[in-house]
C-alpha cells in the first residue's frame, strides 16, 4: 500500500509577544519550531507591521498577569483582527496564558481570531499554524491543567541583543498565594532536566550570549520534582563552566526556600552576579498570612543579613504589593519601616490586582484606587531616597560594564549596565567618552550617582575592574568568618 507524502506548504509567519521574560523564550522556541519546518518567521513589534512584511500568520503570545497585561493582549489581538479585515493578514493565533486562562470567553466575543492555543502546549505550534490554514471553523485547544512539555531541542530564534539571553530552568509554581493566578493557568512546578539546561546555555554561548539570566516562576525550586532535592546550587556551578558565559544572573528566588549552600553558591561561584532577585511582596506579618507567604518581617531581615555578609557588595532587587484586601494604614507603615530598615537596591511596587479564581478576590475590605496609588507613590519616593544614596556608594569605585549601546544624546556616552543591574528592569552605567562596541565589557571609575543610574569614565588599564572573579576571595572570607 503506498504512503501519501504530506507537505508542509511554507509561509511567513510573524509574532508579537507580549508580557514577562519568560513568555519571550516561549516566543523563541514557538518560531525556532516553526523555522525548522521551513517557514519564514520573524518577530514583530505591532499588528501595524503585518502590512509591509506580507504575513500568513500572526501569533500573539499573550499575558493575563494582572488587569494591565490583559487589556494591552486584548487591545493587541483587535489590532491584529483589523490588520486580519483589511488583507493584511490571513490568520491570527492568539497563545499564552491569556487564551489558556479565558478560551471559551475569548472564542466567544472576538470569532475572527482562528485558533487559541493554551500554555504548555508549544510544540503543538506548527500543527496548529498548518491547520489554520486549511480549515475554516475557529479552533480552541487548551487543557484543564495545563502541565509543560519542554521542547526537545536548543533551537531558538532570538530576539533582543545577541549578547543577552534568558534561559528558562523551570516552568509553573506550586505556591497558593492569595492574590496570584499563576498556577492555573501556568500549572505545577516542572523542572527543566539538568542536562538539557546546560545544552541549552552551551548553544547560547556559542550563539555569542555573554550574559545568561535564569528564569522561572520560583528559581529556587529547581530538582525538587526531577530529582527529589534542590539542585539550584549545583546547576548554578555547573553553568559557571559553560567557557564563553561571563555573567550569570538569577531571577525569581523564592525566600523560604533560600539555603545557606545557595547563598555560599552565589557568593564564591565565578561569573554569578551577585544580583539577588527576590519578590517579598509585603512585610507586615498580618498581610503575609492573608497572603499565604510563608515569611516574617524578622525572618526576611535575618536573611538579608546573610546575604549581606556573604557578598557585602550585592545588588539586591524586590517587588511589594499595596493595597493589599484589608491593608491598613498601620500595616502600611511597617511595610514603609521595612524599607528603610532592609536598605534594598533596587524596589518595584504594585498596586494589588483583583484576580477573579483567587481567595484574595473575596477578601474585605477592599482598598480604594486612590489609596492604593498614593500609598505605591509614598513608596517609591521612599524607595528612591535609599536608592540614590545606595548608588552614591560606588562613586570612586571600579565596576565592569557591559556596553550595549550609545546616549542618543551624545555620542562619546556609551550606555551599558554593571552586574547590579538586571536587563530591561534596573538602571543603567553611562560611561563618557567611551568608544566600545555593544557587547563588549569595559571597566568605568563610577564619578556620579543618580537615583537609578551611574555615571562613569573608562580606566585605561582593566587591571582594577571589579568583577565577580575578583570578589570571590572576600566572599569566601566573609563567608567563613
Same mark, same amino acid.
Given at each position: ?17 507580549? =508580557? ?22 520573524? @518577530?514583530?513589534?505591532?499588528?501595524? /507591521? ?27 489581538? $483587535? /489590532? ?6 483589511? +488583507? ?21 466575543? #472576538?470569532?475572527?481570531?482562528?485558533? @487559541? ?42 530576539? &533582543? ?7 528558562? #530552568?523551570?516552568? +509553573? ?34 550563539? +555569542? ?13 529547581? =530538582? ?31 525566600? %523560604? ?22 519578590? $517579598? !511582596? ?13 515569611? %516574617?518581617?524578622? =525572618? ?19 517587588? @511589594?504589593?499595596?493595597?493589599?484586601? &484589608?491593608?491598613?494604614?498601620?500595616? @502600611?507603615?511597617?511595610?514603609?519601616? *521595612?524599607?528603610? /530598615? ?41 524607595? !528612591? ?21 550609545? %546616549? ?10 554593571? *552586574? ?62
Amino acid at each position: 500500500m503506498s504512503q501519501t507524502q504530506i507537505t508542509v506548504d511554507k509561509r511567513t509567519i510573524g509574532l508579537i509577544n507580549l =508580557g514577562c521574560a519568560k513568555n519571550q523564550v516561549d516566543s523563541e522556541e514557538m518560531l525556532g519550531l516553526l523555522k525548522e519546518e521551513g517557514h519564514t518567521v520573524r @518577530f514583530i513589534r505591532s499588528p501595524k /507591521e503585518l502590512a509591509s512584511i506580507a504575513a500568513d500568520v500572526v501569533i500573539i503570545n499573550t499575558c493575563a498577569f494582572i488587569e494591565s497585561a490583559r487589556e494591552e493582549s486584548i487591545n493587541t489581538i $483587535l /489590532e491584529a483582527v483589523a490588520q486580519k479585515q483589511q +488583507g493584511n493578514v490571513k490568520k491570527v493565533v492568539v497563545v499564552g496564558c491569556l487564551a489558556q486562562r479565558y478560551p471559551q470567553e475569548l472564542a466567544e466575543a #472576538i470569532p475572527e481570531v482562528d485558533a @487559541f492555543l493554551g500554555t504548555g502546549q508549544i510544540e503543538r505550534i506548527p500543527k496548529i499554524t498548518q491547520q489554520v490554514l486549511i480549515r475554516p471553523n475557529q479552533l480552541v485547544e487548551t487543557v484543564s491543567k495545563p502541565h509543560h512539555r519542554w521542547v526537545n531541542m536548543p533551537t531558538r530564534v532570538r530576539w &533582543g541583543t545577541p549578547w543577552s539571553a534568558y534561559l528558562k #530552568i523551570s516552568e +509553573g509554581c506550586d505556591h497558593a498565594c492569595t492574590f496570584c493566578a499563576i498556577p492555573s493557568f501556568r500549572g505545577r512546578h516542572v523542572s527543566k532536566p539538568f542536562e538539557k539546561i546546560i545544552e541549552e546555555a552551551s548553544w547560547l554561548a556559542a550563539q +555569542g550570549v555573554r550574559e545568561l539570566n535564569l528564569i522561572a516562576q520560583d528559581s529556587t525550586q529547581y =530538582g525538587y520534582d526531577l530529582y527529589q532535592r534542590p539542585r539550584l546550587p549545583e546547576l548554578l556551578r555547573a553553568l559557571s563552566e559553560v567557557d564563553e558565559l561571563h555573567w550569570i544572573r538569577l531571577f525569581y528566588c523564592y525566600p %523560604s526556600r533560600v539555603n545557606d549552600e545557595l547563598i555560599e553558591t552565589l557568593a564564591t561561584t565565578s561569573k554569578i552576579c551577585h544580583y539577588i532577585d527576590m519578590p $517579598l !511582596q509585603h512585610a507586615d506579618d498580618a498581610i503575609l498570612r492573608k497572603m499565604r507567604r510563608p515569611m %516574617s518581617y524578622q =525572618g526576611y531581615m535575618e536573611l538579608l543579613r546573610k546575604f549581606r555578609h556573604a557578598m557585602p557588595d550585592a545588588a539586591i532587587r524586590t517587588t @511589594f504589593i499595596v493595597g493589599f484586601p &484589608g491593608e491598613t494604614e498601620a500595616h @502600611f507603615a511597617t511595610l514603609e519601616r *521595612f524599607l528603610e /530598615e532592609a536598605q534594598f537596591d533596587r524596589v518595584g511596587v504594585f498596586t494589588y490586582s483583583l484576580e477573579e479564581g483567587t481567595p484574595a478576590a473575596t477578601m474585605r475590605p477592599k482598598v480604594s484606587e486612590r489609596v492604593k496609588l498614593q500609598r505605591r507613590e509614598r513608596l517609591m519616593a521612599l524607595q !528612591q531616597t535609599i536608592s540614590y544614596e545606595r548608588n552614591r556608594q560606588w562613586i570612586g569605585r571600579t565596576l565592569e560594564v557591559l556596553i550595549e549601546g550609545r %546616549s542618543p544624546l551624545d555620542p562619546t556616552i556609551a550606555v551599558g549596565r554593571s *552586574f547590579r543591574d538586571g536587563p530591561e528592569v534596573d538602571g543603567k552605567v553611562y560611561v563618557k567618552r567611551c568608544f566600545a562596541q555593544p557587547g563588549t565589557f569595559v571597566t568605568a571609575r563610577i564619578t556620579e550617582a543618580r537615583t537609578y543610574d551611574l555615571i562613569g569614565e573608562p580606566l585605561e588599564s582593566p587591571t582594577t575592574t571589579l568583577t565577580h572573579t575578583s570578589l570571590l576571595s572576600t566572599a569566601k572570607h566573609s563567608i567563613a568568618s
